[in-house]
T-cell receptor, first 114, second 115 residues
């Protein structure tokens, strides 16, 4: 049973470019969460999605960031016009149910903005 | 907003030594508490969790944690560590109510166990 998959594992972008991070949840999981870990910080919640719905995006920066979880395919976290401060590790987690159901984490995508 | 403090950035122990990693959170309401572990090159994995009931929680691999509400603490313990416990350990908290899926993590504690 494959775990949560994220790709790419490492992504380098120049300032102003777009970054697309993908997350495939565990089989049977329809709830996806994105977290960001800035250097020397703990993971911080960004957004919670179910298939085709954003449930809670209270942790997402208001501009340049967006997330989707389409009916088919992986969840995508999109960062437009990246800046150096976006450099971080982005983790995806999934769960079979919402609420306090256990979240299973992926290996993360390390984004570096040059 | 919630916050989680982990007191030690890096802990170095010899095998068979006892382990205690500190975790304090700041939140006035009822919380769910978690410890996650990340072994070198691997994903974050859940070690144990506390939702309610007995404040002494037993997890996998001989780990346990004690919730002390009056101290806002959830310290992780293991009586005798092994080299294979070398990993990074993260404490996390969530609101036990409507926002229970929003985990807030501490910065992590790296544990190095010397054979």
């Amino acid at each position: 049973n494959a775990g949560v998959m994220q790709n790419p594992r490492h992504l380098v972008r120049r300032r102003g470019q777009e970054a697309r991070l993908r997350c495939s949840p565990m089989k049977g999981h329809s709830h996806v969460y994105w977290y960001r870990q800035l250097p020397e910080e703990g993971l911080k919640f960004m957004v919670y999605l179910q298939k085709e719905n954003i449930i809670d995006e209270s942790g997402m920066p208001k501009e340049r960031f967006s997330a989707e979880f389409p009916k088919e395919g992986p969840s995508i976290l999109r960062i437009q016009q990246v800046v150096r401060g976006d450099s971080a590790a982005y983790f995806c987690a999934s769960s079979p149910d919402g609420g306090s159901s256990e979240q299973y984490f992926g290996p993360g995508t390390r984004l570096t903005v040059t | 907003a919630q916050s989680v403090s982990q007191h030690n950035h890096h802990v170095i122990l010899s095998e068979a030594a006892s382990l205690e990693l500190g975790c304090n959170y700041s939140y006035g309401g009822t919380v769910n508490l978690f410890w996650y572990v990340q072994y070198p090159g691997q994903h974050l994995q859940l070690l144990l969790k506390y939702f309610s009931g007995d404040p002494l929680v037993k997890g996998i691999k001989g780990f346990e944690a004690e919730f002390i509400k009056s101290k806002f603490s959830f310290n992780l313990r293991k009586p005798s560590v092994q080299w294979s416990d070398t990993a990074e350990y993260f404490c996390a908290v969530s609101d036990s109510g409507a926002g229970s899926y929003q985990l807030t993590f501490g910065k992590g504690t790296k544990l190095s166990v010397i054979p």
